[in-house]
């Protein structure tokens, strides 16, 4: 049965539908054949169409009405109305008007990281299979010299048994025998024998031939690499005849299949499985619901599908189940890499890996090789899971980079200020508030270097943002001064600007990692609220805040600061939370998820390096480029001499400013008065001096309980009776101390 609605061109124009008898009373619905409530008559044409309907089972209405059934109504032919799809316009001559072409080339070897992709993808997998069936060769001989033999007698055997030609001929003959038919036995067998005929003709050259060839090998004067290749050519081919079917000579290089070419039916396959209710109830109505408007094809080291979701479905809903679709593909998750696509939001761009991204090899950061950078042009920074290479920019941006310990974000961080060390222009200054020195290389060409998470370090680096404020006034003091001269259209640093020596306009580069060391000290409140009116104005002023952060709650990390950043990079966190407070709100939602790696380094199982970028192109998963220390060390080494040349090095007495080599916790326990709970902070001092003068001489007590709350102990007030007078003073409890040395061993040993 037809459905009008559903189908209102069908051609099968009316049907009885029985009813049960209207109620008593009730108006009478079978008065009106054409159910219209109006009661208009029928058109003419309804009427034609209508009395066509009517079948001829005898159930049209008689005069008699013998054959009325009373149960029955009859539902109209719906009546087409005028089109509503506007016909297809003519397509324009000339320049086509939409749509995109098939690049002439195909992508893989479109670029020449691509070929060199491809190539050394090949090459690679060409010497594993090389290597291991040579280590495999031996078994591979054996079950050969069992095989061969066997093989030999077979080949025979068959080669005999086709040449006599008896295959299907001796059935029929038998059948024309069985049923006493001499003559088509006579023309079977006739036939026989002219098909042996050549047959044994053929069979006979070939057994000569060989024999010939086999003894010539054996005893004529021939090099012995002749014989190793025949026997090399014939002993596999002999063996794979005498070997039973379900023992193959060689071992399976892979049981599971690590890679399987994309197919449209496993994408359909595995997006049915991220179970959105669009997609399979779309499917299940229309299979062809989910569309593919470019052909599957190589991308790079994978393959690329482009797919048309079924209709109302996002394609960051699918994005956001990435775990299930992997399931889907029956691949690791990082091999797996579903991306919005251009076009409409439907659009899924779903690349596939030919291997795992944790297990891909990235090309070396090309700024290695040597070179110069400038900061008003993008550079190298990361590559995507298809190893194309992400540039990043820092003339007008801000960046944050975000993650776990073991994330990678410190190395990621260092990264962009070595870049930054390249412009010999750019004055950098770094405060790295961890204390294990990843950012040491580059402190010969650092303005200011800060190292450590003391409080001498920490309020350093406070100073240094307040000291960023004032440069940041200064700063646009002189860029209104050029902008009156026309040298400053946008009231911007110009590249030109940058370069006038004595413009005080040069890039400024400030990294602060850790900066949550920062913000939960005391110093923190105020250096929140200075480094977010900064933030604001420095991004025209040539004013570049790097920072890195393992905790972006509000606390570690003022939203004034995340609101007003416009390039971040999150790497492994946690949970959403982190995920959203380091991209923005929603990222998580829209699928863009850096939960999904692992922290630590790839050595290790883990996936360093990896995260979400935000602000620079589509947001999506990168790998910064890994630099070690050593390579570091070259590159600053390569800056230095830049940076001679264009005497911008700045000097060495007016630089570092590293922790001094003294904990205060730990000193204040070595010094701790014996059997006392708690002590105030004048005594402590004068032991303190006594054990560390060069350190502690000049401490007052208010900077002994500001060094002691950075690491979260108390300095509260205490009482002590002295000449009978009740004395209160400020000063810790041993039990504060303790706990907070072993909350910091703890958490040192976590990271
Ligand atoms: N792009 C990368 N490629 C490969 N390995 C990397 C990459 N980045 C970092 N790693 C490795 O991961 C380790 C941790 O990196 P890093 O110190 O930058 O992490 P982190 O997030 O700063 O951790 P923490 O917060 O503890 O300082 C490094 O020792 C390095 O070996």
Known sequence: MSDPILNPNADDDAEVIPLRPAPFGAPDITADPTGDPSGDAPDRDDADDLSDAEGDDGAEDGEDGAEVDRESVLIGKVVKGAPVDPPDEPRPFGRRAGGKR????????????????????????????LAFHSVRAPKYAA???????????RTITRALHWASAEEGNWHLRQMAAD??????????????????????????????????????????????????????????????????????????????????????????????????????SAVAKDPGAISF??????????????????????????????????????????????????????????????????????????????GQVDVFQPFPFATTPR?????????????????????????????LALAAALDPRVELRIYEMKGVGDFKPLAPVCTEYGNGFDDDTLAAAAQL?????????????????????????????????????????????????????????????????????????????GVILLIGTQIPDKDSLPTGITRNVNTRFCLSVADQTANDMILGTSQYKLGHRATAFKPGPPSEGGEAGWGILRGIGETGARCSYYVDADQAARIVEHAIALRTDAGTLPAEATQTREAPAYDVLTDVATVWPAGEDAAWNETLLERLTDLRGDVYATWKPAQLTAA?????????????????????RRGPTHADITTAITNRKQKRSQD
């Open 102 to 129: 098939a690049p002439v080339l195909p992508p893989w070897i479109a670029s020449r990281t691509a070929v060199r992709d491809t190539a050394r993808w090949t090459i690679r997998e060409i010497r594993y299979y």
């Open 293 to 370: 408007p470019v052909e599957i094809h190589r991308d790079g080291p994978g393959h690329l599908a482009i797919v048309d979701l079924p209709y109302g479905v996002e394609a960051s809903e699918v994005i956001a189940r990435r775990g299930k679709l992997a399931s889907g593909l029956r691949l690791p998750l990082d091999q797996v890499w579903p991306e919005p696509a251009p076009g409409h939001t439907g659009r899924l761009a779903l690349w596939v890996g030919f291997e795992p991204a944790s297990q891909m090899r990235q090309p070396r950061w090309p700024l290695l090789k040597g």
């Open 143 to 153: 079950k050969m010299a069992v095989y061969a033999p066997i093989g030999t007698v």
């Open 387 to 415: 190893m194309d290479v992400i540039n990043a920019l820092l003339m007008g941006r801000n960046w944050l980079f975000g993650g776990q310990p073991g994330s990678g974000k410190t190395f990621a961080l260092r990264l």
């Open 465 to 541: 943002i307040d000291w960023l404020y004032a440069e940041c006034q200064r700063r646009s003091k002189r860029i209104e001064h050029y902008a009156d001269l026309g040298k400053a259209p946008e009231n911007k640093v110009t590249p030109e600007l940058a370069s006038l020596t004595g413009s005080g306009l040069h890039p400024l580069v400030v990294v602060l990692d850790e900066l949550q060391e920062l913000m939960l000290s005391p110093h923190g409140k105020r250096a929140g609220e200075i480094l977010e009116k900064v933030i604001k104005l420095g991004r025209a002023l």
């Open 179 to 280: 049923r006493g038919d001499a003559d088509t036995w006579l023309k079977l067998d006739a036939r026989r024998q002219r098909q042996a005929q050549w047959r044994w003709i053929v069979v006979g050259a070939m057994a000569a031939a060989i024999a010939a060839a086999t003894l010539y090998l054996v005893f004529g004067h021939v090099p012995v690499w002749w014989r190793l290749l025949a026997a090399v050519i014939a002993l596999p081919l002999l063996a794979r005849m005498g070997r039973p079917a379900d023992k193959p000579i060689t071992d399976r290089v892979t049981n599971t299949g690590a890679y399987r070419k994309l197919t449209a039916e496993l994408v359909r396959r595995a997006l049915l499985n991220v179970q959105l209710k669009g997609i399979t």
């Open 708 to 728: 002691l709350s950075t690491h979260g102990v108390k300095v509260g007030q205490l009482g002590r009776r002295i000449d009978g007078k009740t004395v209160n």
